[in-house]
């Protein structure tokens, strides 16, 4: 990489640390299952901020668009759930696992993450990424003690 390059790289990974956003999506809003909005744009390093709101609900990530097909643990019922984006493009599908939440009220939402030094090259390409791992930890222990 040129020297001018490498200063670009840099600058930008600064300015991407600074810019970092938190977006709030709120969890069960007028008591109805659903998240809002339900489909936000974001970019690495900002925080999704699953503020629960109302009912009883959690969030798990899908393996595909509008999908109910769980593929992490996920959080439930906290206050807050708050998520730092972690890959550099691609889509992150959720849904609430709570009962039939996802099948019969479609509670499902998408983060759609854009490629923060190119944001025409948006999340065009989904990537299925498995960041919502928290609670694994606590499974497992709760296994060991059973
Ligand atoms: C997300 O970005 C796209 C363009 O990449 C835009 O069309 C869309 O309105 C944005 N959605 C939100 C919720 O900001
Ligand atoms: C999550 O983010 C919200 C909004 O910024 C903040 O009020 C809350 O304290 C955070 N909670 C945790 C557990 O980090
Ligand atoms: C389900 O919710 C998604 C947003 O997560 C929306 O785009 C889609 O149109 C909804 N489907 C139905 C059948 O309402
Ligand atoms: C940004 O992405 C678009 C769509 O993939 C592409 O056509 C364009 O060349 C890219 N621009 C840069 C500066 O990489
Ligand atoms: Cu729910």
Redesign the pocket.
Known sequence: MSRAAVLFTILASLLTTVIATTIVINVGEDNKNQFVPNAVNATKGDVIAFHFVGGHHDVVQSDSFGSCNQITNGCPNPEWYNYTVDLPKGQIWFFCSTLTHCKYYNMTGTIFVL?S??Q??NA?TPLVYTGFNILISSIVAAFLMI
Do not use: C, P, S
């Open positions: 490629d030094l190119n025409t090259n065009a």
